[in-house]
């Protein structure tokens, strides 16, 4: 509801093809122009380097430096070196080595040799040099199957790379907003703010609840433009019986307070006590400011989750803006199916992810004895939808991942979605064995693939995959089910 306030940026992409002198040069700056082409049909961000020399290709280790540096002014987040012949190796290694960025390797299919005998690129054989080269300057490297470059299996692997460079991007530059302690009873959502620093470079910035909402009311209490089309964006948007105009004020002061800050401040993600004090300084209830928050982009998770905030946005940069993601918790199984389950929370899922049948309801809390208003109801489409859960404890983090679909199941309250998996019983063991907890976070596609190529290039991080398996991954990054 509203604009994005922290739209997606696409990965700038660092292209350096790159040749070998005893191949052919001139089927090589074809292969070049080929992925030139492709990389603007499929409108990827891209810095070349035809300012290098006359064929625009990497192969003297010399360049390397030149080719870095160029990249750094131009604010390059990946880099793609493909190999348009054999390639070189040491070259390539020492700018991967360098600019230490997500790296992707991959080269065309070579063809047939010529008729009298001669092969023309032999870019399997360098592929295979580079990737010794890589692993010897120890850069991990992301590898997409040596195919045609109308192959589907290269434009997957590609999208599928530049989204796991997103996730790379925002975790390695993660601050996550904390408002308030965690709610009593919630020893779940403890984390370790110190060992986050220490081992992943991520800041906790904290406030205090009665900051955020003091500015909320003084925003509430204001004749600001900004505030009347906050107050008249929900009535637009939901059946707000029962609501009164000031209680409608204050949800938007609210939601307007936090958003301030976090601007201020740069971060991507909050984590929120958003019970029971809120209520008893406020008298409201934070769902609906939250789900309007997330659904523009900003990320706002229930009960003080730092973790949860962490993988909201991952998984958030992995959808590269499609959609928002939501913060469920693993709630029930389905009474009819065995491997149903639902993802529910109080009313904190976005409206931009409502069913197409469903008629969106801001409501007061009917669990909390103080029955403040200001929760969203409505059931969230289906589909494919990928659940992620970053989480460790004993010194261990791993990144929890697995598809699920959506499936039919009876009304509730609050905001929700049924979904089933292949053998519900093996994630619900999975889950158990922990680390993680009830909360996990959606997002609508099949995400998997990225989360775990994003893992790659975080180190302490295990991807923990469980729907697909590690096995099934790999198949989709190799085209195997194409």
């Given at each position: 509801m509203g604009n994005s306030t922290w739209s997606f940026r696409p990965i700038r992409l660092g292209f350096a093809p790159t040749r070998r002198n005893v191949f052919s040069r001139e089927d090589s700056i074809r292969q070049k122009e080929i992925l030139i082409d492709r990389l603007q049909k499929w409108n990827v961000d891209f810095v070349g380097i035809e300012f290098l020399n006359e064929d625009g290709l990497l192969y003297e280790m010399s360049d390397a430096d030149k080719v870095a540096n160029h990249f750094?002014?131009?604010?390059?987040?990946?880099?793609?070196?493909?190999?348009?012949?054999?390639?070189?190796?040491d070259a390539v290694g020492k700018l991967a080595a360098q600019?230490?960025?997500?790296?992707?390797?991959?080269?065309?299919?070579?063809?047939?040799?010529?008729?009298?005998?001669?092969?023309?690129?032999?870019?399997?054989?360098?592929?295979?040099?580079?990737?010794k080269m890589l692993r010897r300057l120890g850069v991990p490297f992301t590898y997409v199957v040596n195919s045609a470059p109308d192959d589907p299996v290269f434009e997957r692997g590609l999208r599928n790379f530049l989204a796991a460079s997103a996730v790379v991007r925002e975790f390695r530059n993660l601050r996550i907003g904390q408002i308030s302690t965690r709610p009593k009873g919630f020893s779940t959502v403890i984390c370790n703010e110190g060992e986050l620093l220490e081992r992943f470079g991520i800041e906790v910035e904290p406030i205090s609840l009665i900051s955020i909402c003091q500015e909320a009311k003084r925003i509430a209490e204001s004749q600001s433009d900004e505030l009347q089309q906050e107050v008249d964006a929900v009535k637009r948007n939901y059946d707000i019986t029962n609501h009164s105009e000031d209680e409608l004020r204050l949800l938007a002061g609210f939601k307007l307070s936090m958003l301030q800050w976090a601007r201020s401040e740069q971060l991507p993600g909050i984590a929120l006590q958003c019970w029971p004090a809120l209520q008893d300084e406020l008298g409201i209830s934070a769902c609906s400011a939250d789900a309007q928050l997330t659904g523009m982009g900003l990320p706002v998770v229930c009960e003080t989750d730092i973790h949860g905030a962490i993988t909201?946005?991952?998984?958030?940069?992995?959808?590269?803006?499609?959609?928002?993601?939501?913060?469920?918790?693993?709630?029930?199984?389905?009474?009819?199916?065995?491997?149903?389950?639902?993802?529910?929370?109080?009313?904190?899922?976005?409206?931009?992810?409502?069913?197409?049948?469903?008629?969106?309801?801001?409501?007061?809390?009917?669990?909390?004895?103080?029955?403040?208003?200001?929760?969203?109801?409505?059931?969230?489409?289906?589909?494919?939808?990928?659940?992620?859960?970053?989480?460790?404890?004993?010194?261990?983090?791993?990144?929890?991942?697995?598809?699920?679909?959506?499936?039919?199941?009876?009304?509730?309250?609050?905001?929700?979605?049924?979904?089933?998996?292949?053998?519900?019983?093996?994630?619900?063991?999975?889950?158990?064995?922990?680390?993680y907890i009830h909360h996990v976070v959606g997002g609508h596609g099949k995400l998997a693939p990225v989360l775990y190529e994003a893992c790659r290039y975080i180190p302490d991080l295990d991807p923990d995959p469980l729907s697909p398996d590690e096995e099934q991954i790999r198949a989709i990054w190799t085209g195997k089910e194409l």
């Open positions: 750094r002014s131009k604010g390059v987040e990946a880099l793609f070196c493909p190999h348009c012949n054999f390639g070189t190796e600019m230490n960025l997500p790296f992707l390797l991959w080269g065309p299919r070579d063809a047939a040799p010529e008729p009298s005998g001669e092969r023309l690129r032999d870019t399997q054989c360098g592929l295979f040099a580079t990737s909201s946005v991952m998984l958030q940069a992995a959808l590269q803006g499609s959609s928002p993601t939501f913060f469920a918790d693993l709630t029930v199984r389905h009474a009819d199916n065995d491997n149903g389950e639902l993802l529910w929370h109080c009313g904190v899922f976005p409206i931009e992810l409502m069913a197409e049948q469903a008629r969106p309801k801001m409501v007061h809390h009917y669990i909390l004895p103080t029955r403040c208003p200001g929760l969203n109801e409505f059931e969230v489409k289906g589909g494919d939808i990928t659940l992620a859960r970053f989480d460790g404890d004993h010194g261990e983090y791993s990144l929890f991942m697995g598809h699920v679909r959506g499936t039919q199941g009876p009304r509730t309250r609050g905001t929700y979605v049924w979904v089933e998996v292949d053998d519900w019983p093996l994630w619900e063991e999975h889950l158990i064995r922990g680390p």
